[in-house]
């Protein structure tokens, strides 16, 4: 076979083809770079500051659906739920939109907003639908921060609300809690915005905000009442029933007003401190400048005297009880109760002012000239204050007759004697009826009652058998004899005298009082039949017989 040289091959025939257009296919990718590109950018140009938020759990919380919303408007989202190094919270990871850079300061506030219901009504029911999602309360500061600790309640005052901030202290909140309303005028005009136990944990402490323009109202000369639950008064005036509202009778509340109307000072500032008084008449009661001791030993134990028990003078509360302690006397093998109380001799008024002029012209203090009237028969008697409840209160008595009694003086103390009144009183008194009636022999009365009602019907049966039947017997002897004569007499009238002759008229008239005596005889014997026992006590103020 003889070789084949290249020379030897035909001339390829190149054809030169046109250049088409690109494929429809490739638009769709095109287009998808294209809006990615430009999402991105536009996600890039509308993205905020992402902020990191720590709550105790992630409760109804959810990535990339749950929003941050300030005054309901969206503001961002939340890209990741994570949990905290000790395992004991969460941080949700929060990426804010550009125009709500100014949310990520200091002192922002951020809550979950979920359905609750408190004593300011209900709220978050819109999340029932769109799901919970991060509120906001815009803070005041200009310093910037990135990682904020969540609330687990909404806060009761917003940065952004009108009005003014006060505070209060009490011994005792009672039913009150953060969103408890404040009333003026039985409206509400505020509400406490935080309440927490004093750092020495002997009292109160809570802040209130009242809106504008009731914060004006809000003086020097303002006084502040816990107006919780329901305040019932029954005394000698009838049943009274105070209360706010429905709202203050369920979870409590706090109402303010004047002592004096016609001058409520002026304006207070903000965060100025009250004291939180414990009901209305405590609140407008006018303030004591003088205090005084006061100690009662009663000779026995005492049953309904407590705490806060009411001294009263004269019908004027011029102090309660401190203190009720028993004792025991082993001298006279007796027991006793110790009373300690507090008065305010002040209230008694133009009393108490005379008694310490009359002091200042002998060189005696006020609380001397008042322990100066024990011996003038100042006594402490223990009285009920209401049947009804039980209650009692102790009242200083001034009787100038009373016993004279001795009591071992106590500097700077007020020390006055008992003496029984009232219930106990009461009681003595009693206690000595029923004694003398325990004298009474009611056995040797009941045996002569006996005797005596014996030997009565005895003699009833006597009269009832004899005198009775005698005394019909006798009637119709009466009657016999009656009936000869009135005969006789018509014999008479017949035949010898005229009708008009005195001798009829004499006889006419012996006839009717014949015939009277006869109708009395026989009245007679009908009632000692039926009432023989008048014959014994004679006869009662009833109808005479007939």
Known sequence: MSEVSLDDLPAPNVRKHKRGRPSAIWIVPILAIAAATALAVRTYLRAGPTIYITFASADSLEVGKSDVRYKNVPVGKITDISITDDLKQITATVQLSRGAANLAVEDTKFWVERPRIGVGGVSGLGTLLSGAYIGVDVGSSTTKAENFIGLEKPPGVLHDQIGKRFRLTTQDAGSLVVRSPVYLERQQVGAISELALAPDGKSVEMEMFIDAPYDRDVTDGTVFWNASGLDVTLDAAGLRLDTQSLTTVIAGGIAFGYRDPD???????????????????????????????????????LRGVVQGTVVDFGGTRIGVVDDVRPGYDPARGTFYTDVAATVFPERLGAAYAGLVSEGARTGKTGPEMLQALVPRGLRAQLRSGNLLTGTFFIALVLDPAAKAATVTPREGTWVIPPEAGGADQIQDQVGDIVSKIDKIPFDQIGTDVHDATRAASTLLGHVDHDVVPDAKKLVAQAQLAMAALREGLAAIRDNVAAPDSPIQQSARSTLEELDRAAFSLRGLADYLKHHPETILRGRDSGTEPH
Do not use: C, Q, W
């Open 263 to 301: 001058h409520p000072g002026k304006p207070a500032a903000e965060n100025t401190k009250y004291v939180l008084f414990e009901d209305r008449p405590h609140a407008m009661a006018k303030p004591d400048t003088v205090s005084l001791p006061l100690a009662i030993r009663f000779d026995k134990p």
